[in-house]
T-cell receptor, first 114, second 111 residues
Framework: DAGVIQSPRHEVTEMGQEVTLRCKPI?????LFWYRQTMMRGLELLIY????????DSGMPEDRFSAKMPNASFSTLKIQPSEPRDSAVYFC????????????FGDGTRLSIL | SQKIEQNSEALNIQEGKTATLTCNYT??????LQWYRQDPGRGPVFLLL?????KEKRKERLKVTFDTTLKQSLFHITASQPADSATYLC??????????FGTGTRLLVSP
């Protein structure tokens, strides 16, 4: 079975540019999560969706960040405009709905903003 | 404030020994706790979940304990192998479906 698929794996862009990260969750999973991982702060939840609806976006750092889930098999995380401090690894994860479900992570997008 | 602590220093052990990793937390009352493994350049991979009413959980060479009084979980790998070398993350339920992760402990198993 295919796991969570993220693209691109690496992105290098200049400050001020728009960045779009993409995620395809595991088929049948109702919940989707976006995380950011840095050495300083570890793995932080940015936003999560249930049945394509954003449930909690309290982790989104600021208005420059936005996320959408137009259907059950696709989500995007967009940063506009990007800044050097946004450089990190961004992970997408999916799970079945439920309070004790394991989360299945993609291999992340390593984002570098110059 | 809420905090999850894992040893930030790497744990070095010899092959065949038991590795024990610690996860301490404050100001949480999680209904469950999860452990994940992360290899360089890869996403975390789920290993085990333990509920608040469970003292211990086992899976093959892995064992997890959960002490809600001490606010601590211990993660054990018995008969460790070089292939067990990775970073191990604990994660607590913060609210429904929201996990908060520790910063992880890097384990190095030498042949």
């Amino acid at each position: 079975d295919a796991g969570v698929i993220q693209s691109p794996r690496h992105e290098v862009t200049e400050m001020g540019q728009e960045v779009t990260l993409r995620c395809k969750p595991i088929s049948g999973h109702n919940s989707l999560f976006w995380y950011r991982q840095t050495m300083m702060r570890g793995l932080e939840l940015l936003i999560y969706f249930n049945n394509n609806v954003p449930i909690d976006d309290s982790g989104m750092p600021e208005d420059r960040f936005s996320a959408k889930m137009p259907n059950a098999s696709f989500s995007t995380l967009k940063i506009q405009p990007s800044e050097p401090r946004d450089s990190a690894v961004y992970f997408c994860a999916s799970s079945s709905t439920g309070g004790n479900q394991p989360q299945h992570f993609g291999d992340g997008t390593r984002l570098s903003i110059l | 404030s809420q905090k999850i602590e894992q040893n930030s220093e790497a744990l070095n052990i010899q092959e065949g020994k038991t590795a024990t990793l610690t996860c301490n937390y404050t100001n949480y009352s999680p209904a469950y706790l999860q452990w994940y493994r992360q290899d360089p350049g890869r996403g975390p991979v789920f290993l085990l979940l333990i509920r608040e009413n469970e003292k211990e959980k086992r899976k093959e060479r892995l064992k997890v304990t959960f002490d809600t009084t001490l606010k601590q979980s211990l993660f054990h790998i018995t008969a460790s192998q070089p292939a067990d070398s990775a970073t191990y993350l604990c994660a607590l339920e913060r609210s429904f479906q929201k996990l908060v992760f520790g910063t992880g402990t890097r384990l190095l198993v030498s042949p």
